[in-house]
């Protein structure tokens, strides 16, 4: 899977590097994952709010989503449980529309 990581209005560390990678590689354990655009942000100066935002290709689709909160790991963590969300929906509608076809074409 090609991770492309981009951090505006800020440098990434390689700590956030490392775990923006460890956390798209166990999604692509559990689902064929083409490609991944994550987009880390930052804004406001006294209360701080960091977004994270990722763009998944997956055969057929593009899946986008985006989280914020006041710590940046935690906005990490909330966006890839709302795609693991959307990649489990989008496996279950994938294989039943595929079991549909071929019960179509036995008849």
Do not use: P
């Not at 505006?8 to 490609?35: N, P, Q």
């Not at 994938?94 to 019960?103: D, M």
Request: proline residues 0%; aromatic residues 2%.
């Amino acid at each position: 899977m090609n991770i492309q990581i981009t951090n505006r209005h800020a440098s990434a560390d390689g700590h956030i590097k490392t775990f923006v990678e460890s956390e798209m590689a166990i999604l692509e354990d559990k689902y064929e994952i083409i490609g991944a655009d994550v987009i880390l942000d930052h804004e406001g100066h006294g209360k701080v709010q960091y977004s994270a935002e990722i763009n998944l290709e997956v055969k057929g689709t593009t899946l986008h989503a985006k989280e914020s909160s006041e710590d940046v790991g935690k906005s990490i963590d909330l966006v890839v449980k709302t795609l693991e969300k959307q990649l489990k929906k989008h496996k279950e509608t994938h294989t039943a529309s595929i079991e549909l076809k071929r019960k179509a074409l036995e008849k």
